[in-house]
């Protein structure tokens, strides 16, 4: 349970030796159930959805993990109709998915609690998105839906917690196996891959883990300032090595046909997030 007097102080990084508190200003609401739930208001993030203790979302900077995480894949695939999101409960994938012409987006999330929580005390996250038409929510471990469906689908994107617990079956060799299985050819599939400063000895092994399934895999960066420690890293992956180098004009053309704004992916952002500093290119090179 959150110290409301004070602080809440997220210690997933502990064995790195680091660790990130946010004030709490206002106690919104707590929920244990699958997962332990808690929103709190901050004077710099807004209100904030913890999720067993480790920070998910924030009003205040929400908006560039979401649209990385569905921009980049669906502005690189170019014609992507059918979208699988795995996790994100909170549903701002959800909702940066819904804004383009896809035809149908199944969301699969283990715990109701974090999508009803979130619709209620943090709405603006989800602006309506499971209300959309196109939106089925399925109330499923992730690692079991991709296990037994039947269909396919041309985005993937796997908005995991952090690997630990429950949230380490999305990402193993036999996760990714099938969610390959399920990914049509020339799909892309997206995944949070944490922080390359703090855990460079998981991601090495989290790319070479990837490679093993996927026939390209390559990685991206953004800037959350919640998440802390450095910049977070993204997994691509897919069948079709051209997919990570579309030219900015193809971007630019893609996106002016949608008239999209946005507050972090630009087709420019796009294009140098694949640029990887050293320290980072070296933890996800080929070995």
């Not at 943090?122 to 309506?128: E, F, M, Q, Y």
């Not at 070479?208 to 895999?217: E, I, K, Q, S």
């Not at 090595?241 to 952002?269: C, G, H, I, N």
């Amino acid at each position: 349970m959150p110290d409301w007097a004070n602080w809440v102080t997220e210690t997933v990084n502990d064995e790195a030796g680091f660790r990130t508190s946010l004030r709490v200003d206002k106690p919104v609401r707590t929920v244990d159930g699958e997962q332990a739930l808690a929103v709190f208001d901050n004077p710099s993030f807004g209100r904030v959805l913890t999720l067993d203790g480790t920070i998910q979302v924030t009003t205040g900077d929400e908006f560039v993990y979401h649209e990385m995480m569905s921009h980049v894949a669906l502005f690189a695939h170019g014609g992507a109709r059918d979208v699988l999101i795995l996790g994100g409960g909170d549903g701002g994938v959800a909702r940066e998915v819904l804004r383009h012409p896809v035809a149908s987006l199944t969301l699969v999330e283990i715990d109701r609690a974090v999508v009803d929580l979130m619709v209620a005390e943090v709405p603006s996250v989800s602006a309506g998105a499971f209300d959309d038409p196109r939106l089925s929510l399925v109330i499923e471990d992730g690692a079991a839906f991709v296990r037994d469906t039947k269909a396919t689908y041309d985005i993937i994107v796997v908005d995991a917690p952090d690997p630990i617990g429950p949230g380490a079956a999305l990402f193993t060799d036999v996760f990714y196996t099938r969610c390959r299985r399920v990914l049509r050819p020339g799909g892309v599939m997206v995944c949070q891959s944490g922080m390359p400063f703090l855990a460079g000895d998981w991601l090495r092994g989290h790319a070479a883990t990837l490679r093993h399934v996927f026939d390209d895999v390559s990685f991206f960066l953004s800037t959350v300032p919640s998440y802390t420690g450095g910049p977070m890293a993204h997994a691509f992956a897919t069948s079709d090595p051209a997919l990570k180098a579309v030219k900015q004009q193809a971007l630019e053309e893609r996106a002016l046909s949608l008239d999209l704004a946005m507050r972090y992916w630009t087709p420019a952002v796009h294009r140098a997030a694949f640029a990887l500093p050293p320290y980072i290119a070296e933890r996800v090179a080929p070995s």
